[in-house]
Every structure is written in structure tokens, then in C-alpha cells.
């Protein structure tokens, strides 16, 4: 089997989502289909202006306890600006699952700290969700966590042409995330170079 090392620069559940955007006002429970319900509720937006990875590491730091305390495990964050609009996004996991109960305590907890401690300034979009059959992967304990499922990445750079790559998690070594693309070919992908990484669902007769 050929290993490459890859050297590049940094840089059928349901999904419950809960989203909050506007003005403050009283929460107001929307369903846009029976699976997934939203919940409106008050929330502002990030600045657009510094690092966005330090931001992310910021609000990591200042939301971990507040969802730790509602006996939850902060899975990650996305957080993204487009021109005046801005999306923060939470995902919450728990061994029980998640509900939509704990989509909502976590995002007026939430909101109730983002109002008190203003780590972020103008309007933004808050929605809090659990991470879903396509769980998004973000930290090498992530990685480690689910060597053996299939995953799709896309990177911040192209290799060999391409920046989208799909294929079984095969383990991480160091700081670097082995992807197995076939019986004959393995990456070593440090995990600065990779943008985004999801698992790919497997359902009956192992195709998505």
C-alpha cells in the first residue's frame, strides 16, 4: 500500500436545529416539517473584522460551560460571515441523544451569556442543533473517535487537483488524520489542512 504525507500550509435520526434571529422578543416555535422544528428567538451577530479560527476558539471557550451545564458536550462550532450577515452555529451531543428540549435550554442559555458578556457585536443568526447522521468532525478526538466510518473532506488547499476528498478514516497519527482511499493508497492529512470533514451516513447496503 502506498502512504503519501501530505505537507500543507494552515490555513435515519433526525436533525434537531433551533435558530435564533432577530430582534429580542418572546421565543415563537415555527415547524418548517414534522422532523425538524425551529425555534425563533432573540440574537446578534459577529463583527466580521479578525482571525476567524481565533474567534471560534473565543466563543469555544465561553460556551463550553454553559452547555456543559446543562449536561451536554459542546461539539463544535461553525462560525461564518457573508458581507453584513453572520452565522453562528452550535452543535450539542450527549450520550442519551439530543432533543429538541436541549436544542432550546442551550440556546437561551446561550443567547442569555452572548447579551451579558458581548464577545461579538451587530446582527447574527444563532441556530443550535445536534451534529446528525453527517457529524461534522473538528478536533483529532473526533477523528480518533470514528476511525473505521467513511468521511468526506474538503481541504484548504488542492492535492493533486482536487480539494474534495471521500474515503474510510483509517486512524491518526500525531497530528495528522489518515485517510484510506483505496486498497492501494493512504493520506496523511495534517488537521490544519483540512477546511471541513464530515462522516458519511451508512445505511442499508452501505451506500449513503
Known sequence: MSRFAIRMGRESAPRFLIRAVGPASL?????CNERMPLLICPGRSPGQSGDMASKRELLEELLAPVVESLDCELWGIDYQTHGR???LRIYIDAERGISVDDCEKVSR???AVMDVEDPISSNYTLEVSSPGMDRPLYKLEHYQRFIGAQV???LRMPLDGQRKWRGLLAGVEGDEVVLR???ENEYLLPIDSIE???IVPQFEGGKK
Not at 421565543?27 to 415547524?31: A, G
Open 27 to 31: 421565543p415563537i416555535f415555527r415547524f
Open 85 to 87: 450577515k453572520a452565522l
Open 109 to 111: 442559555q446561550v443567547s
Open 152 to 154: 468526506e473532506l474538503r
Open 181 to 183: 482511499i483505496d486498497s
Open 196 to 198: 471541513k470533514a464530515n
